[in-house]
T-cell receptor, first 114, second 113 residues
Framework: RKEVEQDPGPFNVPEGATVAFNCTYSNSASQSFFWYRQDCRKEPKLLMSVYSSGNEDGRFTAQLNRASQYISLLIRDSKLSDSATYLCAVNGRGRGSGGNKLVFGAGTILRVKS | EADIYQTPRYLVIGTGKKITLECSQTMGHDKMYWYQQDPGMELHLIHYSYGVNSTEKGDLSSESTVSRIRTEHFPLTLESARPSHTSQYLC????????????FGPGTRLTVT
């Protein structure tokens, strides 16, 4: 089983729709959680951190469910420009200093259509 | 916005050549990472460093090597490039203090012919 798993999609949604992605993780000791956005053939860019109390930034809301070991990303009022791959990242088990690496999910593809 | 740079951005090179991909960051981050990513595929960690003179292999076996002589600089070297090395190579860094968030450079797209 992978440490971090995401539904690959693609999620095809119309403009203005609300869409949600989930990401499950296996390491119950993980403390840091993030969502990244990656455009085609570009580098991943940090979208937002995920805090225990949840985190909202404009149209984007991230939540953490420790009991079920998943994080979620909700995008409201989808725009064409939201089309991208969304990667979740969790600090995972590591050799050496241990736990200092981020483990990335394979990503969920979002396509917003007019 | 992160200040992390990679050169070259694109490289086409013949089989058997030695190449070095450069990565520099101006944020004073102690931790640096190299990832390999094929188009449409997931990120694979190939090397990381927690500080000067510290390097470790990542989760994906790679024939490349790295060095960390200066905090800001983390070059990756392939002694003899092969077509199987064709991929995108992404460098990232993160601070020791605070969370684990990583900031990525723009990547080097390598093609070995």
């Amino acid at each position: 089983r992978k440490e971090v798993e995401q539904d690959p999609g693609p999620f095809n949604v119309p403009e203005g729709a609300t869409v949600a992605f989930n990401c499950t993780y296996s390491n119950s000791a993980s403390q840091s959680f993030f969502w990244y956005r990656q455009d085609c053939r570009k580098e991943p860019k940090l979208l937002m951190s995920v805090y225990s109390s949840g985190n909202e930034d404009g149209r984007f809301t991230a939540q953490l469910n420790r009991a079920s070991q998943y994080i979620s990303l909700l995008i409201r009022d989808s725009k064409l420009s939201d089309s991208a791959t969304y990667l979740c990242a969790v600090n995972g088990r590591g050799r050496g200093s241990g736990g200092n690496k981020l483990v990335f999910g394979a990503g969920t593809i979002l396509r917003v259509k007019s | 916005e992160a200040d992390i740079y990679q050169t070259p951005r694109y490289l086409v090179i013949g089989t058997g050549k030695k190449i070095t991909l450069e990565c520099s960051q101006t944020m004073g981050h102690d931790k640096m990472y190299w990832y390999q990513q094929d188009p449409g595929m997931e990120l694979h960690l190939i090397h990381y460093s927690y500080g000067v003179n510290s390097t470790e292999k990542g989760d994906l076996s790679s024939e490349s090597t790295v060095s960390r002589i200066r905090t800001e600089h983390f070059p990756l070297t392939l002694e003899s490039a092969r077509p199987s090395h064709t991929s995108q190579y992404l460098c990232a860094s993160s601070a020791v203090a605070g969370g684990y968030e990583q900031y990525f450079g723009p990547g080097t797209r390598l093609t070995v012919t």
